[in-house]
């Protein structure tokens, strides 16, 4: 099973806000990845997470904030957004010692 | 920076017609993946590699990493092929990832 899922789907919230978004994957993949995508644009690296510790982070504003309780599980803390913040919210993992990374649904925030 | 240059941009194809995209790359890199992005914004991996060549029916893959470049065939097109075709590479010694800016496909009936 290469699947990756994400919730929710879809997501508005306000600037005051505080929300999350979730990632979970059961292929035993000890690396996972948040990225950001603008419309018509490529998909840009925020987090990495290996053997669940923050291996990168692409100066990311602390308004995000990564999670990672478990292998399996990746959490994104959004607090206090800005309306261009809007985008899609894209999870991956890879496994260890690879790094072809498979992709979940994502998420589609909007901020207003 | 390591610098990913997708080529075409955007590329209009009448189905049935066969085309060729192509990724540069401006450094050395341990993977490389191509991607297909649906309208819905899911990335479809399409082929895992950082060198030598794949098939997956009507696809197929040609990773040159000692030149830096890496081509994408479709041949036989159909309309569900349409949308935006990704390379990612990946840097060497570790998880940093980079993505071309992709060449938009439309493929018309």
């Known amino acids: 099973d290469t699947e990756v899922t994400q919730t929710p789907k879809h997501l508005v919230m306000g600037m005051t806000n505080k929300k999350s978004l979730k990632c979970e994957q059961h292929m035993g993949h000890r690396a996972m990845y948040w990225y950001k995508q603008k419309a018509k644009k490529p998909p840009e690296l925020m987090f990495v997470?290996?053997?669940?510790?923050?291996?990168i982070n692409e100066s990311v504003p602390s308004r995000f904030s990564p999670e990672c309780p478990n292998s399996s599980l990746l959490n994104l803390h959004l607090h206090a957004l800005q309306p261009e913040d809007s985008a899609l919210y894209l999870c991956a993992s890879s496994g260890q010692g690879a790094y072809e990374q498979y992709f979940g649904p994502g998420t589609r925030l909007t901020v207003t | 920076g390591i610098q990913v240059e997708q080529s075409p941009p955007d590329l209009i194809l009448q189905e049935g017609a066969n085309s060729t995209l192509r990724c540069n790359f401006s450094?050395?890199?341990?993977?490389l993946q191509w991607f297909h992005q649906n309208p819905w914004g899911q990335l479809i991996n399409l082929f895992y590699?950082?060198?030598g060549t794949k098939q997956n029916g009507r696809l197929s893959a040609t990773t040159v990493a000692t030149e830096r470049y890496s081509l994408l065939y479709i041949s036989s097109s159909q309309t569900t092929d349409s949308g935006v075709y990704f390379c990612a590479v990946g840097l060497t010694g570790g998880f940093k990832t980079i993505f071309g800016a992709g060449t938009r496909l439309f493929v018309k009936a």
């Open positions: 450094d050395s890199v341990n993977n």
């Open positions: 590699i950082p060198s």
């Open positions: 997470y290996s053997y669940e510790k923050l291996s």
